[in-house]
């Protein structure tokens, strides 16, 4: 169905091809997963499959790309829309209509399928992704993975022949991920669909894949074996996959079925030992002087705040103290929609703490509620004794700092270097601090890039930069680690934690599991704008089915949350 042949792509301006020596085939009716490290190419392999590349994205194409027959050199993107349907990492510049129903029928309108062809397809589509409820909304209303799911919905009304997903699951929750990917196990179980996903969460995807495609490196051949054969090989691994070489299982497992029919005997070896509970750090450290960082016009504001202390729910303080952000009785309401309710909340220096949550449950608005760029329809916010919603930009700047999950909110220079040079410039900071922090999360960005050519989850590391380059006391991220491979996962971890323990406060609102387990010293749980649950992570994810990371599930009743946790305790 879909086959390269010895296929470059080399973009205008690069010494060197992005992908080279490409050379594979994918029958009709698998599921096949790209994997590699961030900036491998998978997304430009993935374009090249829909004519994408080089047709929209320019720059030369070598060797030979068909997808049923059709040579993607000599048919436009437009003469493969019948057959291939395409849903790229960013949603938004997916969408051509206003409302989901909308945006379900106009592909379908699109190659003139009939009137009742169109309703039922909408209808099933509706039901198989969870959007029933949604189907008059505004897309502009929706959270991120709500638009994810329309996005995808949106391909599938069609009925393509051919799947090309890039990251199809970085903006759901985890039951979302679930039924997304039972629609696609459905597709081409039953319906012989091809899909070709690329995907870095592979704790969600890896036990779907037929076969696994592996990008080493850049411009490296690709290795393409069964899930078990690459997975034992592959730079890039999910948690189930790490405790396996860590117990030298063989076959590596690839599910959590799978390890805890071999755990018995880690188990014992790990009974009456305690994982490490990292606690926050006492105390905040001193504030710096640092001016505020700039703030772009129509853009999030990048911004700095006291730290603050923990606001302990039924306890309402008479006066709020210097450094301190306090939720109380929140209330949102938007477009009509009831986004958050009754929230009370507070956060402590050198505590993280990740909001947690299905899709459209207020994470997203709470944070933007905390640096003002939502306005409460009932209670009160308090940052740094700071209503964020009447305070000017440039003075609410020097107390709170959000990485919104849209990097390119945050991003407008013409190259990386640039971008950076004016972060130092407006915080003040010695020239470099942007860049070591660039090359600290993402190795191997030239200084020469433009952000449009990187990847999201680079852009979203060039972004944290940014707003890292002026050390905002208190520092707000939305889904920080979107389209981020296992490799820059762990490195923003040991930035994260760096900060938090120096006293900053960091708050994420975050789908990944496995960085909530790594990281967050507390998780607050959210459903239908309100507050569910509050507490140590252990507390909280371990009692929760669809929250729990691959290794408590493995190693339960044992409270153990990463691999790190037990190699620690192992050695």
């Known amino acids: 169905m879909i086959r390269f042949e010895d296929v470059s792509v080399t973009y205008e301006g690069a010494a060197e091809p992005t992908v080279r020596g490409v050379d594979f085939e994918v029958p009709e009716g698998e599921l096949v997963l790209l994997v590699g490290p961030s900036g491998v190419g998978k997304s430009t392999v993935l374009g090249a499959v829909s004519g994408l590349v080089p047709h929209f ?8 790309v068909t997808v049923a027959g059709r040579d993607t050199r000599t048919h436009k993107p437009r003469e493969l829309a019948d057959v291939v349907g395409t849903v ?13 129903e909308d945006e379900l029928a106009y592909g379908m309108e699109s190659l003139g399928l009939a009137p009742d062809v169109m309703r039922r397809r909408v209808e099933e589509t509706l039901d198989l992704l969870g959007l029933a409820d949604l189907r008059d909304r505004p897309i502009a209303t929706l959270s991120g993975g709500q638009r994810q799911r329309v996005a995808i919905g949106s391909v599938l009304t069609p009925h393509p022949r051919v799947l090309v997903l890039d990251e199809p699951t970085s903006a759901l929750d985890p039951a979302a991920a679930e039924e997304v990917l039972a629609v696609l196990q459905r597709l081409v179980h039953d319906l012989g669909t091809t899909v070709l996903m690329a995907e870095h969460r592979l704790e969600r995807v890896i036990q779907y894949a037929d076969r696994v495609i592996l990008l080493p490196a850049p411009g490296a051949a690709p ?17 189930v996959v790490d405790l396996g070489r860590l117990a030298g299982w063989s076959p590596l497992p690839l599910t959590v079925r799978d390890a805890r029919r071999r755990a018995g005997e880690l188990r014992e070896r790990l009974d009456g030992r305690k994982a490490p509970r990292p606690a926050p750090a006492s105390a905040a450290a001193p504030e710096a002087d640092v001016p505020a960082p700039r703030v772009p016009m129509s853009r999030a504001p990048v911004s700095r705040i006291s730290a603050p202390r923990r606001f302990r729910r039924g306890r309402t303080p008479d006066t709020v103290p210097p450094g301190v952000a306090e939720v109380r009785s929140l209330a949102v309401r938007r477009a009509g929609v009831t986004a958050l309710r009754q929230v009370d909340l507070g956060f402590a220096p050198g505590e993280t703490v990740a909001l947690m949550g299905r899709n459209g449950a207020g994470k997203s608005t709470l944070l933007n509620t905390l640096v003002g760029l939502v306005e409460p329809s009932a209670g009160s916010v308090l940052v740094g004794g700071a209503v964020p919603h009447r305070t000017a930009p440039h003075d609410l700047v020097r107390h709170v700092g959000l990485v919104p999950q849209e990097p390119a909110d945050l991003l407008y220079a013409d190259t990386v270097g640039a971008e950076c040079a004016a972060a130092d410039r407006d915080a003040r900071a010695e020239p470099g601090t942007c860049r070591a922090l660039v090359s600290g999360l993402l190795p191997g960005i030239g200084d020469d890039t433009h952000p449009r050519d990187l990847s999201e989850g680079q852009r979203l590391a060039l972004a944290l930069a940014v707003v890292l380059t002026a050390r905002p006391p208190l520092l707000l991220l939305d889904e920080p680690t979107r389209g981020l491979d296992y490799a820059a996962k762990a490195r923003l971890v040991t930035v994260l934690r760096g900060l938090a323990a120096e006293g900053h406060a960091i708050v994420l609102a975050t789908h990944d599991v496995e960085l909530a387990a790594e990281l967050a010293h507390r998780v607050v749980l959210l459903a239908e704008g309100e507050v569910i649950a509050d507490g140590p992570t252990a507390d909280i994810v371990v009692s929760s089915p669809s929250f729990a990371p691959q290794i408590t599930k493995i190693l339960a009743p044992q409270q153990w949350l990463t691999t790190a946790q037990v190699r620690e305790a192992l050695a």
């Open 223 to 239: 290795l393409l074996g069964t899930p078990a054969e690459v997975m034992a090989v592959s730079p890039v691994y999910p948690p």
């Open 88 to 100: 790229g990492q960013d949603p938004l510049a997916h969408f051509v209509t206003d409302t989901v």
């Open 57 to 64: 994205t320019g720059g030369t194409l070598r060797g030979r």
